[in-house]
């Protein structure tokens, strides 16, 4: 059975960075891959997206200029660097793997995504 582990979550202050890391079991150079969150009473939202070369992707605008996923095909491995973390990025955070191929109108709904991990906690305290 396909799975993604995600690693690197953690507490860290207002203003500070974290790298969370998504480690995989299916091959993933074909894939476009995903960061999800979910804060409790929330649905959940898509960070961002990045196609199989890492060179083209989406991001959500509230993290924009803030986040970026890179990934090593090889090594499947997806990762997010999360810079200048603000108290509302608090979530846990979740990497997918797409079906098929995404668009601007299908990147952030997770029915596009038929792989998951479990999770990892980020918060962040002002």
């Known amino acids: 059975q396909a799975q993604l582990v995600e690693t690197g979550g953690g507490s860290v202050q207002a203003g500070g960075s974290l790298r969370l890391s998504c480690a995989a079991s299916?091959?993933?150079?074909?894939?476009?891959m995903a960061w999800f969150r979910q804060a409790p009473g929330n649905e959940r939202e898509g960070v961002g997206a990045v196609y199989a070369g890492g060179d083209f992707g989406y991001y959500a605008d509230s993290v924009k200029g803030r986040f970026n996923i890179s990934r090593d095909n090889a090594q499947k491995m997806v990762y997010l660097q999360m810079n200048s973390l603000k108290s509302e990025d608090t979530a846990i955070y979740y990497c997918?793997?797409?079906?098929?191929?995404?668009?601007?109108?299908?990147?952030?709904?997770?029915?596009?995504?038929?792989?998951w991990g479990q999770g990892t906690q980020v918060t962040v305290s002002s």
């Open positions: 997918a793997a797409a079906a098929s191929w995404l668009n601007v109108l299908t990147w952030f709904r997770p029915d596009s995504y038929n792989v």
């Open positions: 299916l091959d993933i150079s074909t894939r476009w």
